[in-house]
Each structure stands twice: as structure tokens, then as C-alpha cells.
DNA sequence: GTACTATCTCTAGTAGCTATAGGTTCAAGG
DNA sequence: CCTTGAACCTATAGCTACTAGAGATAGTAC
């Protein structure tokens, strides 16, 4: 009745490298799963539901140890679900701080761009504006993570 | 005349740790400064110079090897300013790509936050979307770097 | 001279994978 | 049954851009 899944096959139903899962694996964040007589993993359905659980998470921008917080609270259901909601809201926050930043990132490299007329590197806008942050507007930028 | 200051100093000056000069310098991309009697880093204003540029680019969201390219342009200031302004262009466009992405992604966390109407995890809106991407607006979410 | 700070080199760690090497297992075709 | 090729196994190293530490030396203030 229950199908189980070779790791190929696991990783195309959940949209990543087999590599991944292994990686899951061995960081503890997905159980060992069974392995057949030649001893490679196969995969049930309760570990491909909680795979994709990590990936669809890892798709909403959740870092991994904040998935591992999230699957332990889906692991008791009968909880009250204000901590998932903390977190799902936290991270809502820190999206919206990546965009602020972004936004503002975006202005200073659109004004670079539409500034230089073009000509040689001695008066190239884009090389002057990075070589001189008065130029800019914004007071100060934070690094953006990548 | 020219001050030279010492490397926790020119961290100072720039705005990021003594650490992060030592790196540049390791991979090449600030070139070795001369050196105290004792042996300690000591940068001229050139050097200043060159490091601000780097900072400033990395501010801007340059990964390295382009701040690499960046800086050889700015190096023949005769050349034409095309190549800056391209490379520019297509970090314009990287930025946008992110932008967009990220947008798609607030939106879903926003959807989640509200639709929990709180009680327990086995009725948690955002538990319950985390495991089902079907609940999700989006066709698909592209994992943002970072 | 003694304390305290800054600097030196070297190494390892961070996040989240991704890629390779060198070897086994499995499924299909003949 | 045998062979071929894909998929699997483990273990290790690499990626970006730093960051943190250990243990030793240099510089500065009193
Ligand atoms: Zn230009
Ligand atoms: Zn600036
Ligand atoms: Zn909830
Ligand atoms: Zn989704």
C-alpha cells in the first residue's frame, strides 16, 4: 500500500537535489529513513509530507533552525499555535526589512545608472558615485545579505 | 604629510572590522600596504581610497569578483564607460529580481499571519500553509537568497 | 617598568547548499 | 544470465563574504 520513494524520486517530488535531502539528513533535520537491501533511502510518506514541510518553508525565506522550531510545534497539535504565529509573523518582519533595504538600494543604483551620460571611466558616473557616498542620497546603506 | 593610519584606524575610517581589510587584502582585491617597523599594516590615503570604493560597492550590493572588474575599470580612466555602466545596469536588474521575489513572499507570509485565526497548532492557518503549498496564492516561489 | 590595547598569523566556523571522486546497486535489454 | 548505464552510496571539499578565536608580538600611557 505505501509506496516509498528512492531519494531520486523523493527529491523530484519536492523540487530539489537529491543532495539536499541528504544534507537534511545530516544536519538532523530530517530522520534517517528506511533503506532497502542494498542500502539506499527510501522514503515513506510521512517523510516526504515532512520534506516538503522543510522546503516549502525554506521556499517562504524560513532558515533552517526556525523550520526546526516550526516542526516540533507541528508535532504537538493540540498546542496553542501562538509561537508558530510569533514566528510566522517575525519573519514576515524580516522580509519587510530586506525590502526596505532593497528599495532603497534600488533608488541609489537606478540614480547611478541614469546619471552617467556615458564617455570615458574619468568621468563615468557609476565609478564616481561608488568611489564617493555623498553622491548618494540615503544618509547610509546596510550591506544587503547577498 | 600623508598620514598613514594603522589597520583598526582605516577600519574606522571605513566603516567595517579590521578583519574585513586582512580578508581584501588576502584575496587580492586591496593590495598589501607597507608596513610599520614592527611589522604592523600601514595605508596612505590611496589605499583609503580604494578600500571606501570597495565598501561602497559592497553597500550597493556588488558581490566581490564584479567590485573586482569594477575597480581594473576604474583603473584606466581614458577607457570608455560602457562596461561600468552595463555592470551597473545588471545589478539594477539583479536588484529588481529580488525586489520581485521578495514582494511575492510577503505577500504569502502576510496571507498566513491573517488567515490564523489563533487556537491550536492542529488548526493553525500557518502550520497548515507551510505543509501545503496549494494554500499558497503563488504558482511557485523562487528560494530568495538570503 | 607595567599595564592595556592593538596588531600579527593561522585556523576554523557561519548558512545552505552544491559538486566531485571513487565505489555499489538496481533495472532493462539481449 | 550477463552486461550496460543510470541511480545510488560515503566522504570530502568548495561556494560567498566575512567573522571569531588562539596565542604571540608591538605600541602606548602612566
Ligand atoms: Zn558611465
Ligand atoms: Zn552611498
Ligand atoms: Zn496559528
Ligand atoms: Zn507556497
Not at 118 to 128: H, K, M, T
Request: with cysteine.
Amino acid at each position: 500500500m505505501m509506496n516509498l520513494l528512492t531519494i531520486g524520486r523523493a527529491a523530484e517530488a519536492v523540487g530539489c537535489k537529491v543532495q539536499t535531502i541528504r544534507y537534511y539528513e545530516q544536519i538532523g533535520l530530517l530522520p534517517s529513513p528506511s533503506r532497502s537491501g542494498g542500502n539506499q533511502r527510501l522514503y515513506d510518506e510521512e517523510a516526504i509530507r515532512r520534506l516538503s514541510f522543510i522546503r516549502h518553508a525554506r521556499e517562504l525565506g524560513f532558515p533552517l533552525q526556525t523550520i526546526r522550531d516550526l516542526i516540533s510545534l507541528a508535532d504537538n497539535p493540540e498546542y496553542s499555535c501562538e509561537a508558530a504565529d510569533a514566528i510566522a509573523k517575525k519573519q514576515l518582519e524580516d522580509v519587510d526589512r530586506r525590502l526596505k533595504r532593497l528599495q532603497a538600494l534600488r533608488r541609489e543604483l537606478e540614480r547611478m545608472v541614469e546619471q552617467c551620460k556615458g564617455g570615458r571611466i574619468a568621468n563615468c558616473r557609476v565609478i564616481e558615485t561608488l568611489g564617493d557616498h555623498t553622491l548618494c542620497e540615503a544618509k547610509n546603506h546596510d550591506i544587503p545579505k547577498v
